[in-house]
């Protein structure tokens, strides 16, 4: 049986609560490849290692938090998603208050400023 296609807002929805997981500390890089491909986009590790440009093992490593993949191999894996991979803050205090700072939108800056 064919996976239920998720609309819009489903698969923001879901792509919020992973994140949040991720944050956290309750899913790591590769959990959450793995769950957005399988459950938001119903691709298989080949399909989108292929359109990611990647082969399929390198793909599995990533997803079972493996190997050593490169930074732009990561960046590449996760742009489809509409993410990037970044730095934060090892400390959950320090997250914490990251996270909490309330009604303060933080506008982004191109590349280079």
């Known amino acids: 049986m064919k996976p239920?296609?998720?609309t819009a807002d489903e698969r923001e929805t879901a792509l919020m609560a992973l994140l949040r997981q991720l944050i956290q500390g309750n899913l790591t890089e590769g959990q959450l490849l793995r769950t957005l491909r399988r459950e938001v986009l119903s691709?298989?590790?080949g399909d989108y290692a292929d359109l990611v440009g990647i082969s399929r093992r390198t793909l599995s490593d990533i997803e079972r938090d493996t190997g050593n993949a490169s930074l732009a191999t990561m960046n590449r894996v996760f742009r489809?998603?509409?993410l990037?991979?970044?730095v934060l803050p090892r400390q959950p205090a320090l997250l914490?208050?990251?996270l909490a700072e309330d009604g303060k939108q933080i506008?982004?800056?191109k590349k280079g400023n």
């Open 107 to 109: 506008e982004p800056t």
């Open 43 to 45: 691709l298989s590790q």
């Open 96 to 98: 914490g208050r990251l």
């Open 4 to 6: 239920r296609t998720l």
């Open 84 to 86: 990037r991979v970044g």
């Open 80 to 82: 489809p998603l509409g």
